[in-house]
Nanobody, 123 residues
Framework: VQLQAYGGGLVQDGGSLRLSCAASGRTFSRYAVAWFRRAPGKEREFVAAISSSDGVTYYAPSVKGRFAISRDNAKNTVYLQMNSLKPEDTAVYYC?????????????????WGQGTLVTVSS
């Protein structure tokens, strides 16, 4: 499966953005999908994940309550709605997928990656 992430941009502190991750292939519903991010000078970190079929979600503590991950398997797309954005959310955001049903947060488990989209939150 090929992934393409888009929707990033510049937003003010407290603002909102919605990222999209569009996937190719007819079996997208079999893939668990996650968002990761890499802030300047930091390692890539887990943000949120959604299971392949039943829509179970999991979030990093730093974004829980502010971000929401969802998917539309008919459109082969996963979304990340980001609200109440903070300057510390500034990062390149990547979507990733692996064929399976278990939610995982480890970068190592995901074998398909999008190219990343930059989110900048100004103070």
């Amino acid at each position: 499966v090929q992934l393409q992430a888009y929707g990033g941009g510049l937003v003010q502190d407290g603002g909102s953005l919605r990222l999209s991750c569009a996937a190719s292939g007819r079996t997208f519903s079999r893939y668990a999908v996650a968002w990761f991010r890499r802030a300047p000078g930091k390692e890539r970190e887990f943000v949120a994940a959604i299971s392949s079929s039943d829509g179970v979600t999991y979030y990093a503590p730093s974004v829980k309550g502010r971000f929401a991950i969802s998917r539309d398997n008919a459109k082969n797309t996963v979304y990340l709605q980001m609200n109440s954005l903070k300057p510390e959310d500034t990062a390149v955001y990547y979507c990733a997928a692996y064929e399976g049903i278990i939610l995982v947060t480890s970068i190592l488990r995901y074998n398909y990656w999008g190219q990343g989209t930059l989110v900048t939150v100004s103070s």
